[in-house]
């Protein structure tokens, strides 16, 4: 049973426009999610974090949302460039104990020019 | 070198051979994590060392096996996989404060089993 969900295998947006990848989780022991990008080829990068703490995080173009009652985040990129055409991961993490971190599926973002 | 490098990045192996995978990690950190990410499937977490003891194993057959000689490298040591075992392994480095919190990944071993 997925812990962690991405529930849209790709996404394609518009250069210039806000790109917005969601994640859904199901174990209300996460407190601490991450968000990776993936090119082919490459191992993931990390992005941005938020602790369940908070409701919202920014780093330049990268804004993460958490909304712990509906176990749900989000990923907002804003504005969307060719870069960032990649994979995008979902990770939450609980602070319990050694745990590694469980990873969504993944979703395709392709910006289109 | 700086990051996080895994070596082989590409490896074919049948299901008699032996071989083993290497992780470095140029971080200073002092946990360390092997993944496997098969076709369209998550990334799925194997093993995680913290200060060079292994704190948690996911179950994982022991055809697969773990080494962490000190906190900079890991290996995986592989012996009789099956082809089910192909997939792209990878490796992840980070500070241990009692939680994983952002790891770094090296680039992976694309692994195939013949």
């Known amino acids: 049973d997925q812990q962690v969900k991405q529930n849209s295998p790709s996404l394609s947006v518009q250069e210039g426009r806000i790109s917005i990848l969601n994640c859904d989780y199901t174990?209300?022991?996460?407190?601490?999610f991450l968000w990776y990008k993936k090119y082919p080829a490459e191992g993931p990068t990390f992005l941005i974090s938020?602790?369940?703490?908070?409701d919202k995080n920014e780093d330049g173009r990268f804004t993460v949302f958490l909304n712990k009652s509906a176990k749900h985040l989000s990923l907002h990129i804003v504005p969307s460039q060719p870069g960032d055409s990649a994979v995008y991961f979902c990770?939450?993490?609980?602070?319990?104990?050694?745990?590694?971190?469980?990873f969504g599926k993944g979703t395709h973002l392709i910006i289109q020019p | 070198e700086t990051g996080v490098t895994q070596t082989p990045r590409h490896l074919v192996m049948g299901m008699t051979n032996k071989k083993s995978l290497k992780c470095e990690q140029h971080?200073?950190?002092?946990?360390m994590y092997w993944y496997k990410q098969s076709a369209k499937k998550p990334l799925e977490l194997m093993f995680v060392?913290?200060?060079?003891?292994?704190?948690e194993n996911n179950s994982v057959p022991s055809r697969f096996s773990p080494e962490c000689p000190n906190s900079s490298h890991l290996f995986l040591h592989l012996h009789t996989l099956q082809p089910e075992d192909s997939a792209l392994y990878l490796c992840?480095?980070?500070?241990?404060?009692?939680?994983?919190?952002?790891?770094?990944f090296g680039p992976g071993t694309r692994l195939t089993v013949t």
């Open positions: 992840a480095s980070s500070t241990w404060t009692g939680g994983g919190y952002e790891q770094y």
């Open positions: 938020i602790s369940s703490i908070k």
């Open positions: 060392y913290s200060l060079e003891e292994r704190v």
């Open positions: 174990n209300s022991m996460f407190d601490y």
């Open positions: 971080l200073g950190h002092n946990a």
């Open positions: 990770a939450a993490y609980s602070g319990g104990g050694a745990d590694g971190l469980t």
